[in-house]
């Protein structure tokens, strides 16, 4: 699977959007981006993912770029219950089964 | 989703004992795995449970030290045996059920003196 690199920490204004950035220039055609946060004392939540279309649920946003090198995950209104560790995580997926590689996360930090 | 009990949710153990962590599923899942969280750092993936045979170990981990066992669909175990306070992490379930995305319980958190 595809390394990724994110930035270790970012704040955002609650109310604000929250954009999170990830690269992964290696990515290979059948690998799909996923996105899982971490709250304090908490296991990993899914969140997104995505293959080369941009993706929206209730939760996120995800943007990925025409190349596929990057994406950005963005919290439209962030609220202080964002506050947690980000994970941009590239995997293959042929049934969903696989494992999942995290790297060091970006650590959100959503202030009043 | 599926609901991922783990227990015990927390413990703290005497060197050179042994625990064994259970997961508990209310459906039947496709797949388990075992991660472990150091103080301070990322996840990293233990093995995945396999039913009824022997689980598949990432480079680092060892069945002496990681027994698991995952008897049918819905449960697994996880032993951390002669523990070390180099063991003291938080150690986690996750499961995938057909094509829905991995899901995670909220894990064990253990501390070894």
């Known amino acids: 699977d595809a390394k990724t690199t994110q930035p270790p920490s970012m704040d955002c204004a609650e109310g604000r959007a929250a954009n999170l950035p990830c690269n992964h220039s290696t990515i290979s055609g059948n690998e799909y981006v996923y996105w899982y946060r971490q709250i304090h004392s908490q296991g990993p939540q899914y969140i997104i993912h995505?293959?080369?279309n941009n993706e929206t649920n209730e939760m996120a946003s995800l943007i990925i770029t025409e190349d596929r090198k990057s994406s950005t995950l963005i919290l439209p209104h962030a609220t202080l219950r964002d506050t947690a560790v980000y994970y941009c995580i590239v995997r293959v997926v042929s049934n969903q089964g696989g494992k999942l590689i995290f790297g060091q996360g970006t650590e959100l930090s959503v202030k009043p | 989703s599926a609901v991922i009990s783990q227990k015990p949710s927390r413990d703290i153990c005497q060197r050179g004992t042994s625990l064994t962590i259970q997961c508990q599923v209310d459906s039947q899942v496709t797949m388990m795995f075992w991660y472990r969280q150091q103080p301070g750092q990322s996840l990293t993936l233990i093995a995945t449970a396999n039913q009824g045979s022997e689980a598949t170990y990432e480079s680092g981990f060892v069945i002496d030290k990681f027994p698991i066992s995952r008897p049918n669909l819905t449960f697994s175990t996880l032993t951390v045996s002669n523990m070390s306070p180099e063991d003291s992490s938080i150690y986690l379930c996750?499961?995938?059920?057909?094509?829905?995305?991995?899901?995670f319980g909220d894990g064990t958190r253990l501390s070894i003196l």
């Open positions: 995505g293959l080369k």
């Open positions: 996750s499961v995938t059920i057909s094509n829905q995305p991995q899901h």
